[in-house]
């Protein structure tokens, strides 16, 4: 079975600059979670989806993040305009309904000069 | 106050040695609990879920005490191979789930 994929695993960008994440959960899985970890620190969650609904968003920060899960699979998480703050890596996963297990993929590290 | 507080370590043991975690929740309400281990520069991975009436998995056991709202890792024999930041991780309901800051342990040969 395939794990939780994410792309890209590393990004470079300018402050001001948008970015991009993807992410692809494992199959079957409804639920799917996006987190900022910081270095030293545990996973923050950004956003929580059932199948294709936003169902925990009250961490994401409105005004530049943004997040989707078109169809309830794949998933992207957009940044517009980046913020030297944002640097950190950016984690996604995903959980079978009803099970509390979460299943992470590898990340992708964001650095903003 | 933190909602789920770890003491960050690291701590530094000898291999064989037994070391113990402890991690406090906020949330008395709070319905579930883990163990995750999260390798230098790699995702985090369950480790172990942690019942009220303790459980135990080869070397390692977990407990839980509501009453004082705390979870504890307990390792025997520690393994090169244990090297690693250990989250504590407590769900609050509805799958709301909150990481600790974890806690880095290192065996040394």
């Known amino acids: 079975e395939a794990g939780v994929v994410q792309s890209p695993r590393y990004k470079i960008i300018e402050k001001k600059q948008p970015v991009a994440f993807w992410c692809n959960p494992i199959?079957?899985?409804?639920?799917l979670y996006w987190y900022l970890q910081n270095l030293g620190q545990g996973p923050e969650l950004l956003i929580r989806?059932?199948?294709?609904?936003?169902?925990?968003d009250s961490q994401l920060p409105k005004d530049r993040f943004s997040a989707e899960r078109l169809k309830g699979v794949d998933s992207t998480l957009k940044i517009q305009p980046a913020e030297l703050g944002d640097s950190a890596v950016y984690l996604c996963?995903?959980?079978?309904?009803?099970?509390?297990?979460?299943?992470f993929g590898p990340g992708t590290r964001l650095t903003v000069l | 106050r933190k909602e789920v507080e770890q003491d960050p370590g690291p701590f530094n043991v000898p291999e064989g040695a037994t070391v113990a975690f402890n991690c406090t929740y906020s949330?008395?309400?709070?319905?579930?609990f883990f163990w995750y281990r999260q390798d230098c520069r790699k995702e985090p991975k369950l480790l172990m879920s942690?019942?009220?009436s303790g459980n135990e998995d080869g070397r390692f056991t977990a407990q839980l005490n509501r009453a004082s709202q705390y979870i504890s890792l307990l390792i025997r024999d520690s393994k090169l191979s244990d090297s690693a930041t250990y989250l504590c991780?407590?769900?609050?309901?509805?799958?709301?789930?909150?990481f600790g800051a974890g806690t880095r342990l290192f065996v040394k040969a």
């Open positions: 199959s079957g899985h409804n639920t």
């Open positions: 942690v019942y009220s």
């Open positions: 996963a995903s959980s079978r309904a009803g099970y509390n297990e979460q299943f």
């Open positions: 949330n008395s309400a709070s319905q579930s």
């Open positions: 989806y059932e199948n294709e609904e936003a169902v925990d």
């Open positions: 991780v407590v769900n609050t309901g509805g799958f709301k789930t909150i």
